[in-house]
């Protein structure tokens, strides 16, 4: 995953660096060759703009493949029924986009207007500015000149190669070219529908009836159900473990919910009514839109774009998001502290790893805000002294780190009046949290185990719930973040100070040119007061 950051205004911005092999055909279609950028609006939720993340990266993705395998001469022909056809499919991916919320009625009016008479008015000959009745329907614009005059504005206007991504067809030059012609008929309509969308008229669209049905080639369904296709997606692409954990439980579903079903049988309608039913008690829209749609969407463009399947059902499927209901905090309040926090100091000799964890690691996480599972891959190797500073290392090296860079953490005084470096000492430089398995096991590609620091972070969480902290809305391990951030900012610790603590990704680019040193963080927790619930 690229990293989602935020600049010096608060908005939400990412960047991908696009591969030397489809620069050039990636500049041609988007402008931009080196990298594709994103940026969402500083009013978005940290949640909605991780959704809005995961489904931007899994288009530009899809885009790369595209343009791989267009280069390998894998492109389809189209004839101009099915480019008219397909060029229908377009108009509904490109107006169901913007249905829920349309916006100003103006912006649409001014694109259309800007259409006809920036893009295409420029390029009436001659002879029709001599006499405009003479051809009142500018069939003009139609003709082969005007055309590829004017087909890479229509493609970038359209977002053409985005909707040939999500669909996963790979065409080639000549029917990529026919394709934009019949967008450029169908273009004015779209904008047209959406200013009258913005207005608030919904009367019924007429020009759907036009289109012709889009027939993909019958060959392209090999018969592989949803879990045969994920099983030969994830042997094909090079996926995080964590990634395939996630996404695994999609294609489980997918495969119980369509039995006896190949994939390429799925139809679009059944697509979005099923990414529509998943939202409920067990999962929230949230959760929809940050992983079932990309997981799903992404996998059925592979296998589209490889014949595996005809056409991808979940190229323009989305789900409503509903306004958040906060119903508490997301940080522990001072009675589930103390509960945690004295039921650990009840493990005054703890003897097997999860009592160590038990002991430790809330401690640990309440002074320093890092993620349950640095903490539980802990080895006594990573405690020490660090530039004159008591810290912690948190490293790659030991397990997953999510930004995947190293990290000095001060231990808090608090922690070193309880005992934690004699400790530290009695485990020597193994884990400490964990035991280490006797002998290397086999890791499935297509279903991961949990490494024994992830195992000992979920039997964490599970303790915590048995302490009664069983609010739904609250994360066991993950509301350690959100409550040493709370109370280092009660504390007057500069933000740039805490978010280096915990491992927050710089907020602007002027932050990472000047990162907080171990021995600032470790003035700055002199700040941070103790967690006293006893005599500690």
């Given amino acids: 995953m690229t990293a989602l950051t935020r600049n010096k205004s608060g908005d939400y911005v990412a960047r991908k660096v696009i591969p030397k092999d489809v620069r050039q055909a990636y500049a041609k279609l988007y402008g931009a060759g080196w990298e594709a950028r994103l940026t969402l609006p500083a009013r978005l939720t940290e949640a909605e ?37 397909l060029s229908g499919r377009w108009y509904h991916w490109f107006t169901r986009q913007y249905e829920a919320d349309p916006g100003d009625p103006k912006h649409w009016r001014d694109l259309h207007d800007s259409l006809v008479w920036d893009v295409i008015y420029p390029h009436a000959p001659a002879e029709y500015h001599k006499n405009p009745k003479a051809d009142p329907t500018w069939e003009w614009s139609k003709t082969p000149e005007v055309r590829e005059a004017i087909r890479p504005l229509i493609a970038q206007e359209a977002r053409v190669a985005s909707f040939l991504a999500d ?51 019958a060959h392209a369904d090999n018969g592989m159900d949803p879990w045969q296709l994920w099983e030969a997606f994830v042997l094909a692409a090079s996926l995080a473990e964590n990634t395939v954990t996630r996404w695994r439980g999609v294609f489980l579903k997918l495969k119980a919910d369509f039995p006896s ?78 509960r945690i926090l004295n039921a650990a100091l009840e493990y005054a000799s703890p003897q097997t790893a999860t009592e160590r964890a038990r002991r430790w690691v809330p401690w640990l996480c309440a002074y320093s805000g890092a993620r349950a599972g640095e903490i539980t891959q802990l080895r006594g190797s990573d405690v020490g002294e660090h530039e004159g500073v008591l810290a912690i ?71 915590t719930r048995k302490l009664g902290i069983t609010d739904k809305g609250l994360s066991p391990t993950h509301a350690w973040r959100h409550t040493f951030q709370r109370a280092a900012d009660r504390a007057g610790i500069p933000e740039k100070i805490s978010d280096a603590i ?35």
């Fill in 49 to 85: 703009a991780k959704a809005k993340h995961g489904e931007w990266l899994a288009e530009i993705e899809t885009r790369i493949e595209a343009l791989r395998a267009a280069a390998k001469g894998k492109g389809q022909p189209l004839t101009q029924l099915q480019a008219r056809a």
């Fill in 167 to 217: 669909e996963g067809i790979a065409l080639n030059a000549d029917a990529y070219a026919m394709l934009v012609d019949a967008v450029a008929d169908d273009l004015p309509h779209a904008l047209r529908l959406l200013e009258r969308w913005a207005s608030g008229d919904y009367s019924p669209d007429e020009t759907p009836q036009s289109f012709p049905e889009y027939l993909p080639r």
């Fill in 261 to 338: 079903r190949s994939a390429g049988t799925i139809t679009n309608d059944e697509a979005r009514a099923w990414i529509t039913g998943l939202v409920g008690e067990e999962r929230t829209a949230d959760t929809v839109r940050s992983v079932w749609i990309p997981a799903s969407r992404r996998v059925f463009s592979w296998a589209a774009r490889n014949k595996h399947i005809a056409a991808n059902p979940f190229a323009d499927v989305a789900v409503e998001k509903p306004k958040r209901i906060t119903r508490r905090p997301k940080w522990f309040t001072q009675a589930e502290l103390a």
């Fill in 393 to 463: 290392v948190l490293t790659p090296e030991a397990g997953t780190i999510k930004t995947r860079e190293a990290r000095w953490v001060p231990i808090h005084e608090h922690l070193v009046s309880q005992g934690f470096l004699k400790f530290v000492a009695e485990c020597g430089t193994g884990p400490l949290f964990y035991d280490p398995p006797t002998e290397a096991r086999a890791q499935d590609k297509l279903k991961p185990r949990r490494t024994p620091p992830q195992t000992a972070r979920a039997k964490l969480g599970e303790w």
């Fill in 502 to 536: 915990v491992g927050h990704t710089p907020a602007n680019e002027a932050r990472k040119y000047a990162v907080p040193t171990v021995d600032d963080m470790a003035e700055a927790l002199k700040l941070f007061p103790r967690f006293k619930f006893t005599d500690t």
